[in-house]
């Protein structure tokens, strides 16, 4: 007969030989200890915040809260290491839902859903020797089985953060077990639904948490599907996860969140509508896209900012204010837009613009509404929000206006800013760049598949440091940066590794 333990969010068994095994976790059910711990008990210990042994071994691992050993008094450790107690910051890539304070948000006058981090990543990584020295990578990864994929890091409810990569073309849902040192794919729960959204761009939105309303262990997301929103969740233990339908539909475009409100596109019975509703699902509301005929497919995934909601397409934009009815706007006669050169820019006004092409010359054009303004410009910029560059040389005032040269050599060379940095203590924009060396190509050759024999990876700020190098590079549009375990990462899905670098706090 097995003595039951009770805690706060767990049910754990002591058997009579000892041991403890938990037997039922908080919003996860009963749970077969016996099948996973031999492998993982180290991973699913730091999970649950149990403790370990730490000189004796009459059991394996003991119930979150226990300091002692039952059985010989000594003292117990916590399975997670040291420090980690403090919660650590999630990450969720380009989402355009607010974080939480704890996870630093983005500012309100930033757009959402354009690589941009709040995160303190510039004080630690600028403390490294400045160019022309050139580093290397600090640590390194496997790459993920499904190579092409989206990463969350984040606690997910539970006692230790944890990271995700989502094959969003495969139905592939992975998890990185770091005790383990390997990859995990985890199933689908009977009945979960298929996670695969290719139609347009992917994104996803992280689930609400409150004090009036705290997530459940094991939430993760709001996740597209082809049969509609989903709220997407994992459990660890039995290496699964399952779904729940928020909204069946046949989506267009991925979701997006502005205020208290997420919403997507979807195709209706005479064209596209607009489907909005709390993040609960509560309060849905249906509209049509006043404009003309909105396309089926091929949407970016969308940004918010000054209150409105905001889809790109190589056709035109659509733009949502709640209480409005969602505007379909074309692009003008000719012009193109340059989508893959990085997105949306900001003018010190705090209007967005951007980059395309009318049969004559490079151009911005004012985003949000009809007929709005043009800037010209006499070559190719690439970047978004205020990261902006024209070949090597960085773009530090309006966008259209001349670029800011320091080094001419520098010329040579094409910038891919892949993340923008931003912080109330700095008035230039700094972040992560891909600087292709001497490059006599077009920027649309370069982005398209051109092989780019020498690029480093830089990080530009108050000083420039360069964090690594590449050799034979294609699709630089394909990495992928994110942050997890104290390390700024990147990941190509062509590479065999991701690179990381520590983010040390400065001294």
Aim: charge should be negative; hydrophobic fraction near 45%; glycine fraction near 10%.
């Amino acid at each position: 007969m097995a003595y039951r333990w009770e805690t706060a969010d767990s049910v754990w068994l002591e058997r009579q030989d000892g041991q403890f095994e938990p037997a039922d976790s908080r919003d996860l059910g009963p749970l077969d200890w016996s099948a996973q711990a031999p492998g993982r008990l180290a991973d699913l210990a730091q999970l649950l915040g149990a403790a370990l042994p730490a000189a004796c071994a009459h059991a394996a691992v003991y119930p979150e809260g226990f300091a002692f050993c039952p059985e010989c008094g000594q003292a117990l450790r916590p399975a997670a290491p040291a420090g980690a107690g403090a919660r650590q910051p999630a990450w969720w890539g380009a989402s355009s839902k607010a974080l939480p304070a704890a996870d630093s948000p983005l500012p309100r006058h930033v757009p959402h859903g354009l690589p941009i981090s709040a995160l303190p990543l510039a004080a630690s990584l600028e403390t490294r020797p400045a160019e022309p020295a050139v580093g290397q990578a600090e640590r390194k990864l496997p790459t993920p089985p499904n190579a092409l994929c989206v990463f969350a890091a984040a606690h997910f409810g539970f006692a230790a953060p944890r990271l995700l990569a989502l094959a969003y073309s495969r139905n592939v849902l992975q998890y990185w077990a770091p005790l383990a040192a390997r990859w995990l794919v985890l199933a689908p729960q009977q009945d979960a639904a298929d996670l695969s959204f290719t139609r347009s761009d992917y994104a996803w939105l992280p689930v609400s948490s409150s004090a009036a309303a705290p997530a459940r262990r094991g939430d993760v997301a709001v996740v597209p599907s082809a049969q509609g929103l989903l709220r997407l969740r994992i459990n660890p233990f039995n290496e699964s996860y399952a779904t729940e339908l928020l909204y069946a539909a046949t989506l267009v475009a991925a979701p997006g969140a502005v205020g208290r409100q997420i919403a997507c596109l979807v195709e209706g019975p005479a064209g596209v509508q607009l489907w909005s509703a709390l993040p609960d699902g509560a309060d849905p509301e249906l509209q049509d896209c006043a404009g003309g005929a909105v396309p089926l497919a091929g949407w970016s995934r969308p940004f918010s900012y000054d209150g409105k909601l905001i889809w790109l397409h190589a056709e035109g934009h659509l733009v949502w204010l709640p209480g409005t009815d969602p505007q379909w706007l074309v692009w003008p006669q000719g012009w193109q837009p340059r989508l893959q050169f990085g997105g949306p820019v900001k003018s010190r006004h705090g209007l967005l613009w951007l980059i395309g092409h009318d049969g004559h010359s490079y151009c911005f054009l004012e985003l949000g509404r009809a007929g709005g303004q043009i800037e010209r410009i006499g070559g190719a910029r690439l970047g978004f929000g205020t990261l902006l560059f024209r070949r090597g040389h960085q773009v530090k005032d309006e966008p259209w206006e001349p670029e800011h040269v320091e080094d001419q050599t520098k010329g040579e060379a094409l910038v891919l800013p892949l993340l923008e940095n931003v912080s109330s203590t700095r008035s230039q924009p700094c972040g992560l760049v891909l600087r292709i060396e001497h490059y006599p190509g077009t920027a649309e050759a370069a982005l398209d598949g051109d092989v780019l024999p020498r690029t480093f990876i830089e990080w530009v700020g108050q000083r420039n440091v360069i964090l690594d190098e590449v050799a034979r590079l294609s699709h630089p549009g394909d990495c992928v940066p994110f942050v997890y375990d104290g390390c700024l990462w990147l990941h190509h899905p062509k590479w065999n590794e991701m690179r990381g670098w520590h983010l040390k706090a400065p001294a």
